[in-house]
């Protein structure tokens, strides 16, 4: 059993499109974190939810909007894509909010042409 | 804010070698280290990690070490083998507010084990 997934693994859309990218991890963690890894590998925290509420917000656009509608799930709606947006976005999971022991998903990457 | 440096940024070994990365970081207050490995087309895995209390911790041919002191760590394979290649990250975790659990991640290391 996958401990943490994350649909679609590829995703190829339009400039100026919405789209969401949906995470689940089946470990009964409290945590779970988006984050962006970029084309020269740099991976780095865009959120975090504990308990559905949201803990870590880093300087994302507004056009990045996460939300969690239980703790086993975290999804990711982008608003008005743009190049740059084109990365690889990584769901993790940890048991709380102290962010130790992170489980990281397979990844999703977006592709904005 | 909290900064980790890691080098090398490529380290090619022969099977069997030993191969070490090490990475620093900025913030004296950050007390978790943990190291992840990240195969073609994956996600990060976890793979050690290590807390300001201890200065070495050892997992079968996988180790690593933290100079609190001169704030670095460092991670050790051991009888490298050719699947041990793929990119290595370190990661730092700060503490600030409301950024709790926040790990900050090296820009990572490609390992190639050579048969």
């Known amino acids: 059993d996958t401990a943490v997934s994350q649909t679609p693994k590829y995703l190829v859309t339009q400039m100026g499109n919405d789209k969401s990218i949906k995470c689940e991890q089946n470990l009964g963690h409290d945590t779970m974190y988006w984050y962006k890894q970029d084309s020269k590998k740099f991976l780095k925290i865009m959120f975090s939810?504990?308990?559905?509420?949201?803990?870590i917000n880093e300087t994302v656009p507004n056009r990045f909007s996460p939300k969690s509608p239980d703790k086993a799930h975290l999804n990711l709606h982008i608003n008005s894509l743009e190049l740059g947006d084109s990365a690889v976005y990584f769901c993790?999971?940890?048991?709380?909010?102290?962010?130790?022991?992170?489980?990281f998903g397979p990844g999703t990457r977006l592709t904005v042409l | 804010g909290e900064n980790v440096e890691q080098h090398p940024s490529t380290l090619s070994v022969q099977e069997g070698d030993s191969a070490v990365i090490k990475c620093t970081y900025s913030?004296?207050?950050?007390?978790?280290f943990p190291w992840y490995k990240q195969e073609l087309g994956k996600g990060p895995q976890l793979i050690i990690d290590i807390r300001s209390n201890v200065g070495e911790k050892k997992d079968q041919r996988i180790a690593v070490t933290l100079n609190k002191t001169a704030k670095h760590f460092s991670l050790h394979i051991t009888e490298t083998q050719p699947e041990d290649s793929a990119v290595y990250f370190c990661a730092a975790q700060t503490r600030y507010g409301g950024s709790q659990g926040n790990l900050i991640f090296g820009k990572g290391t490609k390992l190639s084990v050579k048969p």
């Open positions: 913030d004296s207050a950050s007390n978790y």
């Open positions: 939810y504990n308990n559905k509420e949201l803990i």
């Open positions: 993790a999971s940890s048991q709380d909010w102290r962010g130790v022991e992170q489980f």
